[in-house]
Nanobody, 117 residues
Framework: QVQLVESGGGLVQPGGSLRLSCAAS????????MGWYRQAPGKQRELVAT???????NYADSVKGRFTISRDNAKNTVYLQMNSLKPEDTAVYYC???????????WGQGTQVTVSS
């Protein structure tokens, strides 16, 4: 079992920045990639960014150049630095990981990000 605890959401004006954090605990030896998904009201959950233990990253086209995912393997924590935020970035952001062997997925509880003036 892996537990994911997120923090850092909130309300920010367009053009502002926020930093999300997600700390993993439990059977962390079983996981590799960690990342973030988001779900806006009335829309499907979508990938935002992922990062492997080795530091390889993947981003949704909609956030490239604005968001940066990073990881501290010693702290089992992944971060999402979000800059130049837009109203369309408003969503619940979920931390994600999965077991390498079974591919069982784990999700955090979600943190609300609201971009509004």
């Amino acid at each position: 079992q892996v537990q994911l605890v997120e923090s850092g959401g909130g309300l920010v004006q367009p053009g502002g920045s926020l930093r999300l954090s997600c700390a993993a605990s439990g059977s962390i030896f079983s996981i590799n990639a960690m990342g973030w998904y988001r779900q806006a009201p009335g829309k499907q959950r979508e990938l935002v960014a992922t990062i492997t233990k080795g530091g390889f990253t993947n981003y949704a086209d909609s956030v490239k150049g604005r968001f940066t995912i990073s990881r501290d393997n010693a702290k089992n924590t992944v971060y999402l630095q979000m800059n130049s935020l837009k109203p369309e970035d408003t969503a619940v952001y979920y931390c994600y990981t999965r077991e390498v062997v079974s591919e069982y997925a784990y999700w955090g509880q979600g943190t609300q990000v609201t971009v509004s003036s």
